[in-house]
């Protein structure tokens, strides 16, 4: 029996795929590589290169493969190409989402473990937040993850499946080896950035606004290490394998870094200046998101292992110092 990764040459997919590996399970991938790279797939995980959107493609898979469980990174994630191309993330998301949920069910697969976000709870009323906070999307991205969950909700109750969704905070880091890391095209996220200033591969990060009501007026944030979260993917299999009902987590470290103190940290970390010039405020942004990632310990038994910022960065600068242009060596 294997264990089915879709979308598992990207960010988050790639790294459980190898945290999958490294504990023995027998694992296959799909991937279109739209965003994911053929470079960080594993050897032993076999590879089924194609589209979930694809039923026909979808159906080979499901015959050559005993699938016991899917773990689904396989969408677009970031929040400014969403408000710009809203339609094309419901068709990458949620349509695609529904042809391989249709066949998963077609093939009698019981379980499902899948990336969600953060961005379904909108601007928080409180933090740290918990599960049951409102959701309220504020772009097409968080809309489409939440339309994603509601949709295994009520398929899970008709056709008598369990699911998992992880509702990520600020995945960050790479895997300790370094062979494996964050490489998105175009790049977006903060803590790869402030590397690629630090390198000298762009002379300077901008902050997206100073005059957040936070403790030094930019915006916090909840770092995650990508491998705690796929170990959180193992975790959320094993509990559906033995049972479980299905469940919604958050993952964070439930502790905020503002922006400010991302980029000293990388200082620290790298030993190098880094030239941070003040911007105005990035369209979109909530002050504050961190997690109570209570639910997530008490149920799954999950414990990150990497809480310090610095421990986090050093890994994502240790992938960025061996692959200044990515994988594909851009
Ligand atoms: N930031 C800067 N300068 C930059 C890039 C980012 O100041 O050059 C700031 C942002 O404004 C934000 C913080 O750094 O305050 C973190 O930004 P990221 O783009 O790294 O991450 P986000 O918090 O915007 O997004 C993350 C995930 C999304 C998820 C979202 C939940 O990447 O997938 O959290 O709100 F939807």
Not at 43 to 54: K, V
Not at 192 to 201: D, F, Q, R, T, W
Not at 204 to 230: E, M, N, Q
Request: net charge negative; aromatic share 8%; proline share 4%.
């Amino acid at each position: 029996m294997s264990i089915l990764v879709l979308g598992g040459a990207g960010y988050i997919g790639s790294h459980t795929v190898c945290a999958l590996c490294e504990a023995g399970y027998d694992v296959a991938v799909v991937d279109n590589l739209v965003t994911g790279h053929r470079a960080s797939l594993r050897p032993q995980a076999r590879f089924y290169e194609g589209d979930i959107g694809d039923a026909a493609f979808l159906r080979q898979v499901f015959l050559k493969e005993k699938v016991e469980a899917v773990i689904h990174f396989a969408a677009f994630s970031q929040v400014g190409e969403s408000v710009k191309k809203p339609l094309a993330y419901y068709e990458n998301n949620l349509v695609k989402t529904r042809t391989m949920l249709e066949e998963m069910v077609k093939a009698g697969i019981k379980h499902i473990v899948f990336s969600s976000t953060a961005a379904v709870y909108g601007e928080p009323k409180e933090v740290p937040i918990t599960e049951d906070a409102p959701t309220q999307p504020e772009n097409p991205y968080g809309e489409t993850k939440l339309a994603m969950e509601r949709m295994f909700h009520w398929t899970a109750q008709a056709e008598g499946i369990t699911y998992v969704s992880l509702r990520y905070f600020n995945a960050c880091g790479a895997h300790a080896e370094g062979k494996i890391g964050e490489d998105h095209d175009p790049e977006t996220h903060l803590i790869p950035l402030v590397l690629e200033a630090a390198s000298g591969k762009r002379e300077k990060i901008s902050i997206f606004g100073t005059d957040y009501p936070t403790k030094d007026g930019t915006c916090i944030r909840d770092y995650i290490h990508v491998s705690d979260l796929a170990q959180a993917h193992i975790l959320a299999v094993k509990y559906l394998l033995g049972g479980g009902k299905s469940e919604v987590f958050n993952l964070g470290n439930g502790t905020g870094f503002s922006v400010r103190e991302i980029v000293e940290a990388a200082r620290e970390v790298t030993g190098r200046p880094i030239l941070a010039q003040e911007a105005e405020r990035r369209a979109g942004d909530p002050a504050v998101l961190i997690a109570s990632s209570q639910k997530a310990k008490e149920i799954l038994g999950w414990e990150p292992k990497y809480t310090k910022i610095q421990e986090m960065i050093q890994t994502a600068w240790v992938w960025h110092q061996h692959h200044p242009h990515g994988f594909d060596g851009r």
